[in-house]
């Protein structure tokens, strides 16, 4: 297949080039346009507008405005990237001749918190600030479209992953990574939570999955098969690093407090962040998994930590 990814520079599309250059004609779309290794050619997001891109049988549509943790960057940004190159791209397919759409969205974006235990396709979403709504508006501009055309013969795929990790992977899992090497005990090993992860190689393998097999237009949530806790999640990042992990289990009222406490002081350890660090994020891949005629992922969720937590250290 001739298969066209948008933001191919980035962690996601790099490690999408490397699991499907042997199988595929990889091209991209990108701001940069650098040769890369795998890929026939990356084209300007100019070059697209002026219809300068060979017809494709995919469009994958990575390109995006990450979360910005430090609120620093204004509201329109994200719309203008988000929404505005997302409309863009459809357009594109839908004049083009390629049959089948991929757009990421986010789960943990679009869903600013889960009230069910798990987070199915079902539930409506709630995001709350400009990168969680530019993702929503986008997926709106797609389902709107779709529904308006009907049974069209092309298909179109949301996926929303919870957090991907993976080598070169430079996200909040480095942060907590950084925090246990350093060997700085965690506090709040009194809070027993479970969260889904996305391991690449796992996405990778979803991803060839809708493109090759007769798979209905959706929306599809992706994570790996276990969710895990922050303890073991840090328990997986000491055995990587050949460390004994070090977890205080404080009380937990104590712990709040000092979260209420840091909200009125503006400290790094505040109520919100504690919630963050401390709450259920469970994602299901049911219904990817039927869809795609599998029972399992190919890689577990501690397997597929391991490979990355080993990457960073190698990497240093």
């Known amino acids: 297949m001739k298969v066209l990814i948008t933001g191919i520079h980035g962690f996601v599309g790099s490690n999408l080039v490397n ?63 988000n929404t505005g190159l997302t409309k863009k791209i459809f357009d594109y397919f839908l004049e083009s001749s390629a049959e089948k759409f991929i757009f990421f969205s986010s789960a943990e974006g679009t869903f600013n918190e889960i009230s069910n235990e798990i987070l199915t396709e079902d539930v409506i979403p709630t995001p709350i600030g400009p990168y969680g709504e530019s993702k929503i508006k986008a997926e709106e501009y797609i389902r709107n479209i779709c529904y308006t055309i009907g049974r069209m013969s092309k ?53 060839e999955g809708l493109m090759t097999k007769d798979v209905p237009t959706g929306i599809y949530h992706m994570g790996d098969d276990e969710a895990l806790s922050t ?30 406490l840091g909200s009125f002081l503006h400290l790094p350890l505040n109520r919100e962040r504690l919630r963050k660090l401390t709450e259920n994020y469970v994602v299901s891949n049911e219904k990817i998994k039927a869809a795609l005629g599998i029972k399992k992922m190919p890689v577990s969720a501690r397997d597929g930590l391991l490979k990355t937590i080993r990457s960073f250290e190698r990497k240093r």
Do not use: Q
């Not at 925090?179 to 393998?205: A, M, Q, Y």
């Not at 073991?232 to 709040?256: D, F, H, P, Q, T």
């Open 231 to 260: 303890n073991e999640l840090i328990g997986v990042m000491c055995e990587a690093m050949g460390k004994r992990s070090r977890i205080w289990n404080l009380n937990k009222e104590v712990m709040e407090g000092c979260a209420t």
């Open 19 to 81: 699991a499907l250059k042997g199988e595929h004609d990889i091209y991209g779309v990108d701001i940069l346009t650098p040769n890369k290794e795998g890929v026939v050619k990356t084209f300007s997001w100019h070059d697209l507008k002026m219809h300068a891109v060979p017809e494709m049988d995919v469009i994958i549509h990575l390109a995006g405005k990450a979360h910005d943790t430090k609120k620093k960057l204004a509201a329109g940004a994200y719309f203008d990237i």
């Open 155 to 207: 298909r179109v795929y949301i996926l929303r992953p919870c957090m991907i990790h993976g080598p070169g992977n430079k996200g909040n899992l480095n942060l907590l990574y950084n925090v246990v090497r350093k060997g700085i005990p965690w506090p709040l090993g009194s809070f027993e939570n479970r969260r889904s992860f996305t391991s690449i190689d796992n996405l990778c393998f979803v991803i």
